[in-house]
Nanobody
Framework: QVQLVESGGGLVQAGGSLRLSCAAS????????MGWFRQAPGKEREFVAA????????DYADSVKGRFTISRDNAKNTVYLQMNSLKPEDTAVYYC????????????????WGQGTQVTVSS
């Protein structure tokens, strides 16, 4: 089992940057696939990015491709989401998720979730 805690959210102007972190408990972090998802008010949770256990493979939603970068540091049990060129439509609660078997964009396949961190982008 793994517990996830996100941090790094906040209020930023359009065009700005934020770096989200997700700290995981447990000694088996390096064996988990990790993902970032987001949920805006009144909308369903949507995929943002995913990374394989080794960090070699990454995937992004088309809406963030070229602007966001997912990475992980297995020695620190942490996954990151670097967000650049932020837009008002990026405003949402951002969640990290983990799963030991599945990798990809379907939130229903991830077993573990953090509590979320709010990102607000002003125009």
């Amino acid at each position: 089992q793994v517990q996830l805690v996100e941090s790094g959210g906040g209020l930023v102007q359009a065009g700005g940057s934020l770096r989200l972190s997700c700290a995981a408990s447990g000694r088996t972090f390096r064996s988990y696939y990790m993902g970032w998802f987001r949920q805006a008010p009144g909308k369903e949770r949507e995929f943002v990015a995913a990374i394989s256990w080794s960090g070699v493979n990454t995937d992004y939603a088309d809406s963030v491709k070229g602007r966001f970068t997912i990475s992980r540091d297995n020695a620190k049990n942490t996954v990151y989401l670097q967000m650049n060129s932020l837009k008002p439509e990026d405003t949402a609660v951002y969640y990290c998720a983990a799963d030991s078997q599945y990798y990809g964009s379907n939130p229903n396949t991830y077993a573990y979730w953090g509590q979320g961190t709010q990102v607000t982008v002003s125009s």
